[in-house]
C-alpha cells in the first residue's frame, strides 16, 4: 500500500483496486465490440441529419458505440458495487445482468428521448418500431448485449479451465 505526504493511503493502493478496474475495462471492451456491431446493424433505422457523407456516419457510428462502452463500464461498476462484487459476470451472472439492463435502459429510454426530440441529433426512420416514442433497437440493444458479454466471458472462462 501506497501514502502520501500526509499518511492517506492512494486510490491504487487498496488491494482489490486492480482487479476491480480490470473486470471494468475488460466488460467495457468487449461491451465496445458488440455494441458496433449493434450500431451498424440497427443504422438503417434511424435518421441522421448532420451526416452527408460515409466520413460523417463512420464519426456518429464510432461516437454512439464509445458512448455505449461508457455507459457499459458505468452500469457494470455499479452492479459490481451492489454486488459488492466485480466478478459477477461469473459468481452471480444473472442478477448482475439484471442490473446492467435495467440501468441500460433507464438510460437509453432517457438519451434517446432527449436526442430525437429535444436536441435532434438524430430521428427514427418509418421502419423503426418505437415503445412511448423510444426506439425498440436501442430498448433491446440493453437487453441483449449484457446478457451475451455474460455467456462470452463465461464460455472464455470454461475454456481456459479446460486447457489447465
Do not use: K
Request: hydrophobic share 50%; proline share 5%; with cysteine.
Amino acid at each position: 500500500m501506497t501514502f502520501d505526504r500526509f499518511g492517506r493511503a492512494g486510490i491504487g493502493s487498496h488491494p482489490h483496486y486492480w482487479r476491480i478496474l480490470r473486470a471494468v475495462v475488460r466488460w467495457a471492451a468487449l461491451s465496445l465490440v458488440l455494441n458496433l456491431g449493434w450500431e451498424v446493424i440497427q443504422l438503417p433505422l434511424y435518421t441522421i441529419p448532420t451526416a452527408q457523407s460515409m466520413a460523417q456516419i463512420v464519426y456518429v457510428v464510432a461516437h454512439c458505440t464509445a458512448g455505449d462502452a461508457m455507459i457499459a463500464a458505468i452500469t457494470f461498476a455499479i452492479a459490481s458495487s451492489v454486488l459488492r462484487d466485480s466478478d459477477w459476470p461469473l459468481a452471480d451472472p444473472w442478477r448482475g445482468v439484471a442490473i446492467v439492463t435495467l440501468l441500460g435502459v433507464a438510460y437509453t429510454g432517457y438519451s434517446e428521448w432527449r436526442n430525437v426530440y429535444q436536441a435532434g441529433y438524430w430521428g427514427y426512420s418509418s421502419s423503426m418500431p418505437l415503445v412511448f416514442g423510444v426506439g425498440l433497437a436501442p430498448l433491446l440493444q440493453w437487453i441483449f448485449i449484457p446478457a451475451a458479454a455474460v455467456l462470452i466471458l463465461r464460455a472464455q472462462r470454461t475454456r481456459l479451465a479446460n486447457l489447465n
